[in-house]
């Protein structure tokens, strides 16, 4: 709870910053590529989050991996965490940060789960009528899972839409189970 906290803290901050420098779409490039690198390369989380490297060395390598790749101010921010010994919150500082720009661009991220994969068409057509729906600029993550048999369940923040083909035939199957024969 305490991570999620700081993690919070730093990601405003991070946040303010952008709005006032190079603009929160240079920021929120520079730290997807960062988190990319922290989700994908164990070495260099192992690196950044190890004590017994001295911090000093962590920001000299920063620096010359993102110099002139990210914005200034954005390196200077990674330096600080550092400093703060805060770098294995990072990825939490990403998601936050993610949080409040998906906020402000009124994006939702969607998941959506179907029987099959669906075509290019079919997926912008799925993004396009959440769009409509949630009031917000629809991010679907699509997710196949053959279980369903059909139709389509979408989940969005704590809303589930449920029209697969698997709910509405158990749903069949209780009205009837439930419904009284007439009597002989």
Aim: aromatic share 4%.
């Amino acid at each position: 709870m305490r991570d999620h906290i700081v993690a919070r803290s730093y990601a405003e901050t991070l946040f303010e910053l952008a709005e006032r420098h190079e603009g929160l779409e240079a920021y929120e490039e520079a730290m997807g590529r960062v988190a990319r690198v922290l989700d994908e390369n164990p070495e260099a989380r192992l690196f950044l989050e190890t004590p017994r490297i001295a911090s000093a060395e962590k920001k000299r390598v920063l620096s010359q991996a993102l110099e002139g790749r990210v914005p200034g101010h954005f390196i200077d921010f990674l330096r600080v965490v550092i400093d703060k010994r805060r770098q294995r919150v990072l990825r939490e500082i990403a998601a936050e940060f993610a949080a409040l720009l998906d906020e402000r661009f009124g994006r939702a991220h969607v998941e959506v789960t179907l029987s099959r994969k669906p075509s290019a068409g079919a997926e912008d057509e799925i993004g396009r009528k959440l769009s409509e729906m949630i009031g917000k600029t629809a991010i679907p993550h699509i997710r196949v899972n053959p279980g369903i048999l059909g139709g389509i369940v979408v989940k969005t923040g704590d809303t589930v839409y449920d029209g697969s083909l698997r709910r509405r035939m158990e749903s069949m199957r209780r009205r009837l189970l439930a419904a009284s024969l007439p009597s002989v």
